[in-house]
């Protein structure tokens, strides 16, 4: 009778045990959440500016990036998705090749999550051109050469100012509806003497013609300067930074918050300029990137 007992208390555990068991979930019935990284373009060159798409593995208080010596500053639409965003570029003088990108975000219970992947970077072709402009611009003056070291102090200052957060919003659009008469890249011989690179976008329109803004932003320049005439600087936030150059007319004032769309100044041909155009510029953290590679990216 006892043996018996014995017997059906060990079946007893054992069913016990394996009903146990049953409920206890496999590691590979529920895989863990990955990270995703997208960026646009999918193509990547030297000059380029670039968006990365970032979707962490769980839900995030912050999040901040490093790629190609620079950090990247990150901003989320929580309520529409769990995806971030962040602007960065890719500067003319950057080789070929394959760079980490690391991202470092914080939970709301203050855990570190960290990931890296490498992004590659291609070569881009860029052309040459020679230009005629007036002597004074290849050869200043000793008083010319006083402003110009003038006008450098001041960007020097305006561009080391880094704003994190994010005032762009949605697409950037172009300033005028135009003709492009020079693209980013181009080398340029001025005078068959002084080269340097055009870093950025002419757009072939008569002076009086009104430009706008790229994007929302805030004003951080809004003066005239030897080489640039009279010129306009919006702050996006992110490092990000569009200049409006050779204007007749300045619209806007220092420190002022414009809208996507909203009217900066007047085209004309002032300061290094062979003719009226507008030409457009974007910087981010130091760097000089294509505007018409920013103005074809589809945006948050």
Not at 144 to 150: N, V
Not at 216 to 238: I, K, M, S, W
Request: with cysteine; charged share 20%.
């Amino acid at each position: 009778m006892r043996w018996r007992l014995v017997c059906l208390l060990a079946l007893l555990l054992a069913s016990a045990g394996r009903l146990i068991a049953g409920n206890v979930p496999s590691s590979k019935a529920i895989p863990p959440k990955s990270w995703s990284v997208r960026w646009q373009p999918t193509r990547l060159v030297n000059g380029t500016p670039v968006i990365f798409s970032v979707t962490p593995p769980a839900r995030l208080a912050s999040l901040s990036g490093t790629w190609l010596s620079h950090e990247i500053f990150f901003s989320s639409d929580a309520a529409a998705s769990k995806a971030w965003y962040g602007i960065a570029g890719v500067s003319l003088e950057t080789p070929p090749g394959s760079y980490a990108l690391t991202l470092k975000g914080t939970t709301a219970q203050g855990k570190e999550l960290v990931f890296q992947r490498t992004v590659s970077v291609k070569a881009a072709k860029y052309p040459s051109v020679h230009v005629s402009v007036a002597k004074k611009f290849t050869e200043p003056s000793p008083e010319q050469l006083k402003q110009i070291s003038e006008d450098k102090a001041v960007k020097e200052e305006l561009f080391s100012r880094v704003t994190q957060e994010r005032e762009w919003s949605g697409d950037f659009r172009a300033p005028v509806e135009a003709r492009i008469s020079d693209i980013f890249g181009t080398r340029r011989v001025f005078n068959g003497k002084v080269q340097s690179m055009h870093q950025g976008l002419d757009y072939a329109v008569p002076a009086g013609t009104p430009v706008a803004a790229l994007n929302r932003g805030t004003v951080l320049l809004a003066r005239p300067l030897y080489f640039e005439g009279n010129c306009v600087v919006l702050d996006h936030g992110q490092g990000l930074l569009t200049l409006y150059l050779h204007m007749s007319e300045i619209k806007v004032k220092e420190g002022e918050q414009v809208e996507r769309g909203q009217q900066l100044g007047l085209s004309g041909g002032t300061g290094r300029a062979t003719g009226p155009h507008l030409h457009v510029a974007v910087r981010w953290q130091s760097v000089y990137l294509d505007p018409a590679t920013l103005l074809r990216l589809k945006l948050p």
